[in-house]
Structures are given as C-alpha cells and as structure tokens.
C-alpha cells in the first residue's frame, strides 16, 4: 500500500510540472494552416450518380387503409 501511495504522489508532483495557477497571459493559440474543403486543380469534376435498384424487379407494396 505504501508503495501505491508513493507511486500516486510521484504522478501528482512530477504530473504537474508546467502547469500554472492562472498568470493572466493568455497562451498564443496555433493557426490553421490548411483551408477546407481541400480541391485539386487537375482532378475531375465530381459526377452526379443516379441511385440504381438493388433488385432487378419492382417490388409493389400493398395499398394501405389508412393515410400517413
């Protein structure tokens, strides 16, 4: 037990070397550095695909009763 209690503190104390209470300078943020969405200038133009059925035959559902 004592041994885990020593490993907790060496965690705690080496754990929080640089960190600050609050000193009122605020870090400086990064910048991105890339722009979305991202286009190639020799790639082709995106093609609209039309949805194709996964079966070869119509699939006719029962008229219902009632109306949604």
Not at 7 to 31: E, I, K, W
Request: glycine share 8%; charged share 15%; aromatic share 8%.
């Amino acid at each position: 037990m004592t041994i885990f209690a020593g490993f907790a503190l060496a965690v705690v104390v080496l754990g929080n070397g640089n960190a600050t209470a609050g000193s009122g300078d605020a870090a400086p943020r990064p910048q991105p550095t890339v722009q979305y969405p991202i286009r190639f200038d020799d790639a082709p133009p995106p093609r609209n695909v039309q949805p194709r059925p996964t079966v070869s035959y119509p699939v006719r559902f029962p008229e219902t009763e009632g109306t949604r």
